[in-house]
């Protein structure tokens, strides 16, 4: 019996051949504990007994315009029926096409762009553009970053996923956050480029080929650069001759209410990686943008790098739909007006809930940190650690048809962009009652 005509199989069989028969990531095999999902439209997942769960996160901060949007869903039928597959060398009419749609809603000059499978191999191939452009070897990166799963790309991470995974790629060298962790404001802005230009001089800029930032730092917090900061990165850059590379991965197409983050600074990097919101997630697919200048080096320097499936025609459809669904549904617009609604809800539950310790955000990325004091500033977890109030806390959401990202002692609060105010509102109602658990833990 084919796969169309079998029986449709449980939630629970989908959990148990799934836990027995394929691994999971971030996770102790045995502990893991999924969710079975059969469809979902807009903001709502449906679990196959059709249990509705209200998408908070937008997954991982990725399908930007919502679940079963049919114009992407119609442009995958499309092209998949017309041309599946061709190696990179070869040319489509769809890579022609988005090559020319992006560099017209990308910054400045950044106007050329090499695809990849996602945003880890985006930083990998930044990575090795950086290096074959500038000739020198060191990249400087920070701590509370994430900046994918492969090799370089999980040296370049900060955060203890990198742990396990050391020893890693020679030549990466840290460079001072904006916002440590356990504290509530941002450091200044004057001592973070000090940190930064510190390590300049102490590395030697003729050895540094780039330097990397999320823009907005994405699973670390949504640590919202204080304004001047990444004008001041651009600045120093400029100054060393080093290249600026911003990873747009989670921040870029409209989680801001703009195009790309660094939009909001006016500032134009040297590289730009992306992925996530370029399709929505509905098919893999990243990218490398880089400016005239560095694309101009490889007319006549061979580059040593490349990918099976870069340029996917089925993947590049996919890309080309969701950026004619974010302008012609006004969705970074929405999401613009949507996060002046979140910041509300953010501030409320900030004035109502003791345990509410600081929120952050832009547009509709952001973030709700939970403390046991506020004076003292005490997070209701160890670094890298947990607690059962914020164990509570997940179970809660899961109880009551919320998902979105519990991770440390910050509730994250991601949602498409296509959200409206009444389901902005569901998903807040459901967390302003979960907030009663970690209130009974403040201490002061």
């Given at each position: 019996?084919?796969?169309?005509?079998?029986?449709?199989?449980?939630?629970?069989?989908?959990?148990?051949?799934?836990?027995?028969?394929?691994?999971?990531?971030?996770?102790?095999?045995?502990?893991?504990?999924?969710?079975?999902?059969?469809?979902?439209?807009?903001?709502?997942?449906?679990?196959?007994?059709?249990?509705?769960?209200?998408?908070?996160?937008?997954?991982?901060?990725?399908?930007?315009?919502?679940?079963?949007?049919?114009?992407?869903?119609?442009?995958?039928?499309?092209?998949?029926?017309?041309?599946?597959?061709?190696?990179?060398?070869?040319?489509?009419?769809?890579?022609?096409?988005?090559?020319?749609?992006?560099?017209?809603?990308?910054?400045?000059?950044?106007?050329?762009?090499?695809?990849?499978?996602?945003?880890?191999?985006?930083?990998?191939?930044?990575?090795?553009?950086?290096?074959?452009?500038?000739?020198?070897?060191?990249?400087?990166?920070?701590?509370?970053?994430?900046?994918?799963?492969?090799?370089?790309?999980?040296?370049?991470?900060?955060?203890?996923?990198?742990?396990?995974?050391?020893?890693?790629?020679?030549?990466?060298?840290?460079?001072?956050?904006?916002?440590?962790?356990?504290?509530?404001?941002?450091?200044?802005?004057?001592?973070?480029?000090?940190?930064?230009?510190?390590?300049?001089?102490?590395?030697?800029?003729?050895?540094?080929?780039?330097?990397?930032?999320?823009?907005?730092?994405?699973?670390?917090?949504?640590?919202?650069p204080p304004d001047g900061y990444i004008q001041g990165v651009r600045e120093i850059c400029d100054r060393y001759d080093i290249l600026m590379v911003s990873d747009e991965v989670m921040a870029g197409f409209g989680r801001t209410g703009r195009w790309f983050a660094v939009d909001h600074w006016d500032v134009v990097p040297d590289l730009m990686t992306m992925a996530k919101g370029l399709t929505s997630s509905y098919l893999p697919l990243g990218a490398v943008a880089m400016r005239r200048r560095i694309a101009e080096k490889f007319e006549s320097t061979y580059y040593s790098g490349g990918l099976t499936y870069s340029s996917h025609p089925v993947s590049l459809a996919a890309s080309l739909a969701t950026i004619g669904v974010y302008e012609d549904e006004g969705l970074i617009q929405n999401a613009a007006r949507m996060g002046e609604v979140q910041r509300d809800w953010h501030r409320r539950l900030y004035e109502k809930h003791p345990s509410v310790g600081a929120f952050r955000g832009l547009g509709l990325f952001g973030v709700l940190e939970v403390v046991r004091s506020r004076q003292p500033y005490t997070p209701m977890t160890p670094y890298n650690g947990t607690s059962d109030e914020m164990k509570a806390i997940g179970k809660f959401f899961r109880d009551n048809g919320l998902y979105t990202f519990v991770a440390n002692h910050m509730i994250h609060t991601n949602p498409p962009l296509c959200i409206t105010e009444d389901q902005l509102a569901e998903g807040f109602e459901i967390i302003d009652r979960a907030l009663d658990i970690s209130d009974q833990a403040v201490t002061a």
């Open positions: 019996m084919g796969i169309g005509t079998a029986p449709g199989l449980t939630a629970e069989e989908i959990v148990r051949l799934s836990r027995e028969h394929t691994f999971f990531s971030w996770s102790i095999q045995g502990a893991v504990d999924p969710i079975a999902i059969d469809h979902a439209e807009g903001v709502y997942l449906y679990t196959p007994d059709g249990r509705r769960i209200l998408d908070f996160n937008s997954q991982l901060m990725s399908v930007n315009i919502g679940h079963g949007n049919r114009r992407v869903i119609d442009a995958i039928t499309e092209q998949v029926t017309k041309l599946q597959y061709v190696q990179p060398a070869f040319v489509t009419e769809i890579r022609a096409r988005l090559g020319q749609k992006l560099a017209e809603i990308l910054p400045g000059d950044l106007d050329k762009v090499f695809f990849t499978l996602g945003g880890a191999e985006a930083i990998e191939n930044a990575i090795k553009i950086a290096r074959h452009f500038t000739g020198r070897y060191k990249v400087l990166a920070r701590y509370r970053s994430y900046h994918g799963a492969t090799m370089g790309a999980m040296t370049l991470t900060g955060d203890p996923r990198r742990w396990p995974n050391e020893p890693g790629l020679v030549g990466v060298v840290r460079y001072p956050d904006t916002h440590r962790w356990g504290e509530k404001d941002p450091r200044p802005v004057e001592e973070s480029l000090r940190g930064l230009e510190d390590v300049i001089r102490y590395e030697g800029p003729h050895t540094i080929a780039a330097i990397f930032l999320e823009t907005i730092v994405g699973t670390n917090g949504v640590l919202v």
